[in-house]
């Protein structure tokens, strides 16, 4: 039997939440201070399904690696493992042997990895036998995923040239590149855009360094979508910074819009209500792809139209998003529209919810957690397969009955 969560949801939300540390920074940190050879991890890593196989595959280097449905692990060791010794074999779930990774592969043998396909050609399973990389110039359409790039700029400082990259086109995720370059040049690597589309990473080795990751933005978010749902809000969410390395910390601006102010505390931020809401939201989303799923249902519920760009990462996410947030939207009564394969449009269309709406999650966790406040507007309505937000934010359930939703497990 499929497990189900019924959830329902309180009037009043006031509660102080401790959030998971940034998976991205987590897993960024974890290969850097591994190509820098520390000896002590990253304080405050991420207790997420991507960063603990991150943190196994480094620890044990088994011949065979399986890092089962995570992605950045999949991108992030694929590059590393091609600069150190030894053969592995990296595999992952089902879903996983069907994500592409031939851009990333290309680009690691025009650099002088071996690499070879375990199973179909241009996907996981693969074979990778570690050597020295002495290639130092690629070239990559910018609207690759970032995790790609982000894969190669970390390896660049222990290339035997370094490495030259360069950008073509349209920049998407532009954030995560720079949040990739930040974290290296805290370890000490020397690295920089030298045009608006080529990066230049110096052959300097890393430095190890006492390294602390900040809280998640992205769950950061589910809680700011909390607030706007709910009749009444005061949430304080710990451990974010002002200044933060993670692009996801836009989504405070954009829920600005939508009657979210945001107040930094010297401990992290603190969420409350306003009445002032925009009467239709019109976002790019190239830099924040992650929060897309937050927004749509937020709007929904709120009842403010949107129109959504720059949402082309969406389809190769862990389920395509576009199609999965259409389908879940309508059991509650909304009809959505999607163009180009990258934009998502609300106009207010309705149509007649389910009585009883179960939310599919398609082994996605921010369909979970995007869509588990809906149950402000649709008390009773019940998750599929809760259990997917391990993947990001294994508390996040916990973490809403602390803020006193009822939690009902149904098998």
């Known amino acids: 039997m499929t497990m189900r969560y019924k959830l329902s949801a309180p009037s009043v939300v006031k ?72 053969t592995h074999i990296l595999t992952g779930t089902e879903r996983m042997q069907q994500r592409p990774i031939q851009i990333l592969v290309n680009a690691l043998r025009e650099l002088g990895a071996q690499i070879e396909y375990a199973g ?28 790609y790039i982000s894969a190669l700029l ?56 006492s390294f602390m990751v900040e809280s998640d933005w992205s769950a950061a978010s589910y809680w700011y979508q909390i607030a706007a749902l709910s009749e009444q809000a005061e949430i304080e969410l710990m451990g974010l910074f002002r200044n933060s390395y993670q692009g996801d910390s836009r989504g405070a601006e954009v829920f600005s ?15 409350k209500k306003s009445n002032r809401l925009v ?25 403010i139209p949107f129109r959504f760009t720059g949402l082309q990462s969406l389809k190769i996410k862990e389920t395509d998003r576009i199609f999965a947030l259409k389908a879940e939207l309508r059991k509650l009564g909304y ?17 007649q919810p389910e009585a009883q709406p179960v939310i599919q999650t398609y082994e996605d966790h921010r369909m979970a957690m995007a869509f588990a406040p809906a149950a402000f507007r649709f008390p ?28 009902d497990n149904k098998e």
């Open 279 to 303: 009467e239709q939201l019109n976002e790019d989303f190239v830099d924040i792809p992650d929060l897309a799923q937050t927004f749509a249902v937020t709007c929904c519920l709120l009842g």
């Open 380 to 407: 009773g309505m019940r998750i599929a397969e809760p259990q997917v937000v391990s993947k990001s934010y294994p508390a996040y359930w916990e973490h809403l009955q602390q803020a006193g939703f009822q939690i």
């Open 15 to 86: 509660t102080t939440i401790q959030l998971p540390a940034s998976k991205s920074i987590s897993n960024r940190a974890l290969i850097i201070n591994a190509l820098a050879r520390g000896t002590t991890p990253p304080c405050n890593l991420s207790d997420c399904d991507d960063t603990l196989v991150m943190i196994k595959a480094l620890a044990e280097n088994n011949e065979t690696i399986d890092i089962m449905a995570a992605g950045t692990a999949m991108r992030f060791l694929t590059a590393y493992l091609s600069t150190v010794q030894g």
């Open 335 to 351: 009809l959505l529209q999607d163009a180009q394969d990258s934009i998502l449009i609300w106009d207010g269309e309705r149509c």
């Open 154 to 209: 970390m390896i660049g400082p222990v290339l035997k040239n370094g490495l030259r990259l360069h950008l073509t086109g349209e920049i998407i995720s532009l954030p995560y590149i720079n949040l990739t370059l930040q974290l290296m040049k805290e370890f000490g690597a020397k690295a920089a855009w030298t045009s608006e589309n080529s990066i230049e990473v110096a052959p300097k080795p890393y430095t190890p360094v």
């Open 257 to 271: 819009c939508l009657g979210i102010t945001t107040e930094f505390t010297h401990e992290g931020v603190l969420l």
């Open 120 to 147: 179909k050609e241009g996907f996981p399973p693969l074979r990778i036998h570690g050597t020295e990389l002495k290639g130092n110039e690629l070239t990559l359409k910018g609207n690759v995923s970032s995790q």
